[in-house]
């Protein structure tokens, strides 16, 4: 490669591959020989020369060497440096973890009064509470745990199960007068802080920093007007996940199922709105939007004085983008805070130290209640509340430090691949399941392609629809279909990740309810009986119905090999037969559905039905019978 110069010496060669010191020195060296033999000779060592040829060598080598560290930083897979990782993490949206919580189970008690009379005695739910997430119980060393959702004793679901037992009984009618009721919720570790920052004029992209380090999530932010401000992942998500009880007031429609429902979930949009940003020094900063103007978002309607129209005198805007959510570019990015003081409440700390043993948690220092105490007597309500304890049944575990370097990079590059969308069957499934279970009970998830008739009623793939069957489990953990509430709580949780080409029909799947005859060969000195209420057992385990998913087929040679290796005493399985008998009918408390299970039987396999299904054996030990060799099980 060639320099080009005006004058007596032309076509200097320059070599710009030179990378480290001895290179540098070497070419200059070469270069002062061919174009300056007359000018310099001395290249001694100690020569003046030698200096300044090394001087030049030095800042080459070590302008290199910065501009070799730059561009590996820029590559996620070999940077190093912590202040690149945590830009590059949170630009591909992925929150470095500063400090993890310990998290575990705690079981909350209350105290509830009976009522009603004679065999009719119950609990008066009435009086159940509803204690609110972030509830605060410590250990006697005063490591902090926050509940993370509600404790709701007023409701039971599949997921959600409450235990009730009699606590106290009258001594002269032996009836019971109060009931004790237990629950669990999801529990996590850290301290609990508020911080105060005061605004002045609005300033765009404004930011504070929290003064604590190791800040594991940003439980309120409130301004001095009583305004709520919502954490979002960027500033360009302007909608929320929001939440009100479902009664009658609220949704007349949607109230008959809130004893399995009690809240409906909506999506809300925001303009007070801010994101976190972690720092490679353990501190967190809240960061705001752009927004100055006073007026609230939803109060900008379009129309052709600020859009444009074809009217002589109309702003001509033809060519221009526009966001079609806010096309007036006003508060795109959130509201900035002015004039006003915001309180930021946040839990931080956390790490290995937090975990402790079972039974350890058990001091409540902050607990919030939700009772409706209309009709309610004053005293009883008062009672009800001060008889709650909790407890943590299990020990928690979980509680770490900062990632580390390697770490970091790994998790970065894992959530890049991933994406905040429901694109593939199986997204859908996931996000599914992910439904929280104050929203809706959903057990089972099946998702396909829609299908439409074509004009020579031929049936064809619908691209642009998924038909989404779901079912959910009741109390005694039996197959049931999904109410009204859930299905609209899942709608609208979907509507948040679904690409806005796919439409989502979201249907009850079908429950064939089956039984089971099992034919046996038992081993000499085996007791028959034993052998048969084992097999029996082994059978109901098989189709526990955790294991079971919609469309699932029924493999008879599994089945077989479960019951033979897994019971002592059986020498052979002669003959398994799968029932769906006129039995399992709907006025009996089955589902009703009749499938014809021969001739959905091929090589040993029971298939399920065409139209989504799953298979079920709703009461064990009475739809799974076992016969030894021809006799009577």
Not at 69 to 94: C, I, N, P
């Amino acid at each position: 490669m060639g320099y080009e110069l005006t004058g007596k010496n032309k076509n200097k060669e320059v070599r710009y591959l030179n990378k480290d010191f001895s290179q540098f020195r070497n070419n200059l060296i070469e270069f002062s020989k061919q174009y300056f033999p007359n000018t310099y000779q001395d290249f001694n060592e100690s020569s003046p020369g030698m200096m300044f040829i090394e001087m030049a060598s030095y800042v080459g080598d070590v302008m290199s060497y910065y501009v070799d560290s730059q561009f590996k930083e820029s590559l996620l897979g070999y940077s190093e440096e912590l202040r690149t990782l945590y830009a590059m993490a949170q630009s591909f949206g992925y929150k470095p973890r500063l400090s993890a919580p310990s998290s575990t189970k705690l079981e909350f008690f209350q105290l509830v009064p009976a009522t009603g009379e004679g065999n009719n005695v119950a609990p008066d739910y009435n009086y159940a509470l509803n204690i609110k997430a972030g509830t605060r119980v410590e250990t006697s060393d005063g490591v902090v745990f926050r509940t993370i959702e509600d404790c709701d004793m007023r409701y039971e679901s599949a997921r959600s199960e409450r235990e009730v037992e009699i606590f106290e009984k009258d001594s002269a009618t032996d009836t019971p007068t109060y009931y004790y009721i237990r629950k669990e919720v999801r529990a996590q570790s850290g301290n609990i802080v508020d911080e105060d920052f005061t605004f002045g004029g609005a300033k765009k992209y404004d930011k504070v920093l929290l003064s604590n380090s190791n800040v594991i999530d940003i439980i309120s932010c409130t301004d001095s007007d009583g305004n709520t401000w919502y954490e979002v992942d960027s500033l360009a998500q302007d909608t929320v996940f929001d939440e009100y009880e479902n009664n009658s007031d609220n949704d007349p429609e949607l109230s008959q199922y809130s004893s399995e429902v009690p809240y409906i979930l909506r999506l809300k949009r925001v303009s007070k709105r801010f994101t976190t940003f972690k720092r490679p020094d353990g501190k967190t900063e809240l960061r705001f939007g752009a927004g100055i103007s006073d007026n609230a978002d939803e109060e900008i309607i379009p129309n052709p004085d600020n859009v444009g129209s074809n009217l002589p005198g109309s702003p001509s805007k033809l060519y221009e983008t526009f966001d079609p959510s806010n096309f007036l570019k006003t508060k795109a990015y959130g509201q900035a805070p002015s004039n006003t003081t915001l309180t930021i409440n946040y839990q931080y700390g956390g790490g290995a130290q937090d975990n402790v043993a079972a039974g350890r948690i058990n001091k409540i220092t902050g607990i919030t209640f939700e009772i409706d105490e209309t009709n309610l007597t004053p005293s009883v309500v008062n009672f009800a509340k001060t008889s709650v304890r909790a407890s943590n049944i299990e020990a928690s575990s979980g509680g770490m430090g900062a990632e580390s370097v390697e770490e970091l990079r790994e998790n970065i590059k894992a959530y890049f691949q991933a994406q905040n969308r429901a694109v593939t069957k199986d997204d859908y499934i996931v996000r599914t399941y992910a439904l929280p279970d104050k929203y809706g009970n959903i057990a089972k998830a099946y998702i396909t392609q829609d299908t439409i008739v074509d004009e020579e009623q031929q049936t064809q793939p619908n691209p642009l629809a998924l038909n989404l069957y779901i079912l959910g489990l009741n109390t005694n953990r039996h197959l049931v279909n999904v109410n009204d509430a859930v299905k609209e709580n899942l709608r609208t949780y979907l509507t948040r990740f679904r690409p806005v080409t796919d439409a989502v029909n979201i249907k009850n799947a079908y429950v064939i309810n089956i039984g089971v005859k099992c034919n046996i060969n038992t081993k000499n000195g085996y007791d028959q009986e034993v052998v048969i209420t084992n097999v029996n057992q082994r059978i109901a385990e098989f189709f526990d119905i955790d294991r079971w998913q919609i469309n699932q087929p029924i493999v008879l040679s599994e089945l077989q090999s479960a019951i033979v290796s897994d019971v002592e005493g059986v020498s052979s399985v002669v003959d398994i037969t799968i029932t769906n008998e006129d039995t399992y009918s709907s006025t009996a408390g089955y589902s009703g559905n009749r499938y014809n299970i021969a001739s959905a039987t091929r090589n040993g396999v029971v298939y399920p039905a065409k139209d989504p299904s799953i298979f079920e054996v709703k009461l064990p030990n009475t739809n799974i019978t076992t016969a030894v060799d021809g006799g009577e099980g």
